[in-house]
């Protein structure tokens, strides 16, 4: 098994730039939100900030599963077996979750490059910089989870409280 700090730093700036995303377009979500209530004259925001969301959503699904903070529902699996039943269970959950990210990324990359040529209503953009946030938040996503899954705990996760799930 590699460990992980040989792609540490990789994954370090992947994890700063999603993080300073969320907060960049956050940040812009709330000064649009209170131009709009103030001045009433930027129509663009309803349908610009509708989309902005996609993305915060998408890139803060990512950092849920990093911080096994992400639903989950598992008193009947909690119910069943052993130690050995609880990590093969573990394992096949996310399994089942890395392939439904998988096939939701290529149709979200699919529906992205279908719709490269059309613009949004209200702003002269093409809404595929919108779609585009499916794919990559669910690839970012499974990089999550396939570190949880070779590593039994997220390993880049930090200031895990005790007694969280390691196996998310």
Known sequence: MIPPERFAGVYRVIDLTRKVAIVILFSFIVVSMGLQIVLR??????????????????????????????????????????????????AARIGVILVGLLVVAVIGTLKTISQAGVQTQMAPMSIAWFYLAIPVGCLLMAIDYLLILVYGHHPFAG??????????
Do not use: M
């Not at 911080?67 to 008193?75: P, S, Y």
């Not at 200031?159 to 998310?168: H, L, V």
């Open 159 to 168: 200031g895990s409280d005790a007694g969280e799930d390691p196996a998310c």
């Open 41 to 90: 004259r930027l129509e663009w925001t309803d349908e610009i900030l509708r989309y902005i969301n996609i993305w915060v959503i998408f890139l803060g699904a990512g950092l849920a599963v990093q911080k096994t903070e992400h639903l989950q529902v598992r008193f009947l699996a909690d119910k069943i077996g052993g130690p050995r039943t609880q990590r093969r269970l573990d």
